[in-house]
């Protein structure tokens, strides 16, 4: 099972992504499922990906060689050249189209699920920062102002934290803060989910730095704030006044 969110606030991008995969409880390792799939100085380009792990790598194969061109004599299409954020969720989600036309047959002739989706985040150029979510059969949605984060994977107990405490006005910080809640979260309640988790912080000034980081299962920061989100909530229950039919 995998857990990737991306938040698309005011002042920039946040995208985070755990690495646990398993094929039964005796069978778990780990892979990044967080790539940077093109970074240069006129663009950053980041994918989040769940599903079938070997049409993911497939997906990332074929934007890394380039997608057939358009026209007989041209050239290769890749995630380098195209002219925005919006052009990029296109060539991404054929990528997925093919990849899934390619393998399909065979992985459901062995009743294997060939489904993937992707968060595709980043800027390119001087436009604004975008989040798409892409779906298996290569279509996509982008993330608005007025929910301004996206999720796949195991997404229902990280959910109503981002509903609750995630706006468009929310500090970059903040939003980092709140993702990592929303991965405690999802973690206590599910063990296919687990660290390492691996974040990426695109400012939305383009002069700022780009934050990376791998929080570790010994990561100090993540285990505090665990044990504080857990304390705090133990103590704002016991603030509400019990159902006044149980007196």
Request: proline residues 5%; negative net charge; glycine residues 8%.
């Amino acid at each position: 099972m995998t857990y990737c969110v991306g938040m698309l606030v005011e002042h920039g991008l946040v995208m985070i992504a755990d690495t646990r995969t398993n094929a039964g409880v005796d069978d778990i390792s780990c892979y990044r499922k967080l790539h940077i799939l093109t970074e240069s100085e006129d663009r950053m380009i980041v994918a989040a990906a769940s599903g079938n792990l070997s049409v993911t790598q497939l997906v990332l194969s074929l934007l890394d060689e380039g997608l057939e061109p358009l026209e007989e004599g041209g050239e290769k299409r890749t995630l380098a050249t195209v002219t925005s954020m919006f052009r990029a969720a296109q060539l991404v989600g054929e990528a997925v189209h093919e990849a899934r036309d390619d393998v399909s047959k065979a992985l459901e002739a062995e009743n294997i699920s060939a489904g993937i989706s992707l968060l595709l985040g980043g800027r390119v150029g001087n436009g604004p920062l975008k989040l798409y979510l892409i779906y298996s059969a290569g279509n996509f949605i982008e993330c608005q102002r007025d929910a301004p984060f996206l999720q796949i994977g195991e997404t229902k107990y990280g959910k109503p934290i981002l509903d609750r405490a995630l706006q468009w006005d929310t500090p970059i910080d903040e939003a980092v803060k709140v993702g990592l809640i929303s991965f405690d979260s999802t973690m206590r309640s599910n063990l296919a989910v687990g660290r390492p988790l691996d974040l990426i912080v695109i400012p939305e000034d383009s002069s700022s730095p780009t934050i990376r980081r791998r929080i570790g299962a010994d990561d100090a920061y993540f285990d505090d704030l665990s044990t504080r989100w857990s304390m705090l909530l133990t103590e704002s229950r016991a603030t509400i006044p019990p159902p006044p039919f149980m007196t």
